[in-house]
């Protein structure tokens, strides 16, 4: 997937950004410019005027030092914001959003199921699955869909309202999650389906989430993710073993954090698309929701709620991060699990529960400039700086392009990556390597250097090749601002990776 668009936050001086605030189309790779300086050891002198005089480079400045307004909203517009496919992991023993198995253990169920007297019907369920090609019952569930294209202003306020009174302040463990489900197997009565009316209505997933598919895989940017998942569940008639009746659904995964909380929020979505034979009829689901690593579930709402082509129940979850935020520089990881049981009057048992997991989310109070502030990010969503062309800062963007052309790493598309340093006296040397005093300035320029100091791939602490080049100074000193905001817009920690695209 391509980039399609870049963020813009808040009420800042739109005046700063001059005319250059519409997103502008990617531009085509041209020739390396002049003025480029390409060493791996050497200093090679820039031409200038007899009569040039030194002008300070400044560039990302001091990261210890807060961001402004200015720094937030520069950073924030030059953040592209487009979502890619994460990586699968496997961490204990599980796919990312998958649990595998299912066939095993409905066999199982099957077989304790009919030593109960009576028992006609058994419940299995699937294994979240990709859909390789949408079937046309499929295509008309998601074609119904309400999509926002920006969601960020609805995920602020959901972030902003969770209910403190409903904190429970202990971590949610497995075993809660599965005394949860064992307690909302009995079918929902009256009372259950009023508060389930009374509940909020379900958050609206990205519009590029539906957009993307059914293709069982989380699409993520360093504060969303989102992706679509296809699954069923079936009657089982216990005395033959056959397979009588199903429901196949889609699940909708939407979780989202905040760059300034601790807190961040997961639902899950279920939609039926068809449903067949015997044995199904009245079905409902409930669900909770537990926490691997460091975060505990603070608020869950799964409660018993009917499926149909009109009815689609969801599960909401709120989790806070249990980083030590008393100490300074903390940092850890979390994902949260839901959880979903179906269950029927003809049935002898629930279904067993199908699983629904989170990628890693990384909450820290480790931001350069805000030791005191915790945000919470996708740990493996890689962050992306925008620089245009034909933009505020075309100087700028212009030596990043030529030097990218060399092989310098950062350019957006690769694996190349940039990674962040934050030591200032490093990021000071590699600064003076590029760009030493001696370097005349001619009037009104700067010193440019990539790549950036503030990374472990500046000038003196990466392979020894980098570039510099005299640019406008003012230029310099606001496309600086924007990569200082772009660091504490995206929670840009020390050692993490980030790619620069030129448009």
């Known amino acids: 997937m391509k980039p399609k668009t870049l963020l813009a936050v808040g009420a800042v001086t739109l005046g700063l950004l001059g005319s250059h605030l519409g997103v502008a189309q990617a531009a085509g790779e041209s020739e390396t410019g002049t003025g480029i300086s390409l ?44 979502p890619g496919a994460a990586p699968e992991t496997a961490e204990d023993g599980e796919r990312v959003g998958l649990v595998a198995g299912q066939k095993a253990a409905c ?10 007297p009576g028992a006609q019907f058994a419940a299995c369920t699937s294994s979240l699955e990709p859909a390789v090609e949408l079937n046309a019952d499929e295509q008309a569930v998601l074609s119904q869909m309400e999509a926002p294209a920006d969601t960020s202003a609805a995920e602020s306020a959901v972030l902003a309202g969770v209910p403190d009174s409903e904190r429970s302040g ?13 307690s909302s197997a009995v079918p929902a009565d009256e009372s259950d389906t009023a508060a389930a009316a009374a509940r909020p209505t379900p958050w609206k997933e990205p519009k590029w989430c539906i957009d993307a598919g059914v293709d069982s895989a989380w699409y993520i940017e360093r ?21 009588v009746g199903g429901i196949k659904y889609l699940v909708i995964g939407y979780s989202f954090s905040a760059r300034d909380t601790k807190t961040w929020a997961y639902q899950v979505r279920l939609l039926e698309s068809s449903r067949w034979g015997r044995g199904v009829n009245g079905t409902k689901v409930s669900g909770s929701a537990s926490c691997v690593g460091k975060c505990k579930v603070v608020n869950k709402s799964f409660p018993a709620q009917a499926i149909s082509k009109s009815v689609e129940p969801y599960g909401q ?20 699990v839901a959880s979903w049981t179906f269950t029927n009057s003809q049935w002898a048992a629930p279904s067993e529960p199908t699983k629904h997991s ?18 919470c990010v996708n740990l493996q969503a890689v962050p992306v700086i925008s620089y245009s062309l034909t933009g505020p800062w075309p100087e700028v963007a212009d030596h990043i392009k030529d030097a990218q052309a060399t092989g310098l790493p950062g350019k957006y598309g690769t694996t190349n990556f ?30 440019d250097e990539y790549a950036f100091a503030s990374t472990w791939q500046g000038a003196k602490y990466g392979s020894g090749k980098f570039s510099r080049r005299m640019i406008d100074a003012a230029q310099n000193t606001n496309a600086g601002k924007a990569l200082k905001g772009f660091y504490a817009y995206t929670r840009v920690l020390e050692g993490d990776r980030f790619l620069v695209w030129i448009r």
């Not at 002198?45 to 807060?66: Q, R």
């Not at 504060?223 to 216990?238: K, Q, T, Y």
């Not at 249990?322 to 949260?336: L, M, P, V």
């Not at 989170?358 to 945000?375: E, H, I, K």
Request: charged share 30%; net charge negative.
């Open 223 to 243: 504060m969303r993710g989102c992706g679509i998942w296809r699954a069923e569940v079936n009657a089982v008639d216990v005395r033959t073993g056959r397979i």
């Open 107 to 116: 066999d199982a169920r099957v077989k304790d199921v009919a030593e109960i």
């Open 418 to 447: 940039l990674t962040r340093l934050t030591d200032q006296k490093k990021i000071k040397e590699n600064r003076n390597k590029a760009c030493p005093s001696s370097l005349q300035r001619p009037p009104g320029k700067s010193c």
């Open 170 to 182: 202990i971590e949610a463990t497995a075993q809660d999650a599965a005394d949860d489900i064992a």
């Open 317 to 336: 979850f709120f989790m806070d991060t249990t980083i030590n935020t008393a100490a300074s520089k903390q940092r850890g990881t979390g994902r949260s």
């Open 358 to 375: 989170t990628v890693d989310v990384r909450c820290d109070n480790a931001l350069p400039g805000a030791p005191r502030q915790v945000g």
């Open 39 to 82: 060493t791996t050891a050497v200093l090679v002198t820039d031409p200038v005027a007899d009569e040039a005089s030194p002008e300070p480079d400044e560039t990302d400045e001091d990261p210890d030092a807060a961001p402004s307004a200015e720094d937030l909203a520069l950073g924030a517009y030059s953040t592209v914001g487009e």
